[in-house]
């Protein structure tokens, strides 16, 4: 069994930046595929990066040169980097592993909130 918790998340302004952690238990991270979705309120649940087991990534395109998502398999812990946020990044952002890309979503975190308002 896999537990994911987030942390991070918080209220900032437009502009602004926060990074996102996600620690994993067990000894199959470095093995997943990593990633995060994010879900608003009314809204349909998007991802916005994922990060293979060989560190590959891919972004959506709404947050393409903004976000970076990355992992340390040492400290079982994705993280995601989020730069220049807008207000419609604002949602709950949740950390997710899957074996591949496209397997599905075998574990997911509680999810962490961000704000981005002035």
């Known amino acids: 069994q896999v537990q994911l918790v987030e942390s991070g998340g918080g209220v900032v302004q437009p502009g602004g930046s926060l990074r996102l952690s996600c620690a994993a238990s067990g000894s199959i991270f470095s093995f997943y595929t990593m990633g995060w979705y994010r879900q608003a309120p009314g809204k349909q649940r998007d991802v916005v990066a994922r990060?293979?087991?060989?560190?590959?990534?891919n972004y959506a395109d709404s947050v393409k040169g903004r976000f970076t998502i990355s992992r340390d398999n040492a400290k079982n812990t994705v993280y995601l980097q989020m730069n220049v946020l807008k207000p419609e990044d604002t949602a709950v952002y949740y950390c997710?592993?899957?074996?591949?890309?496209?397997?599905?979503?075998?574990?997911w975190g509680q999810g962490t909130q961000v704000t981005v308002s002035s």
């Open positions: 990060i293979t087991s060989g560190s590959s990534t």
């Open positions: 997710f592993a899957e074996r591949y890309i496209g397997y599905g979503f075998e574990y």
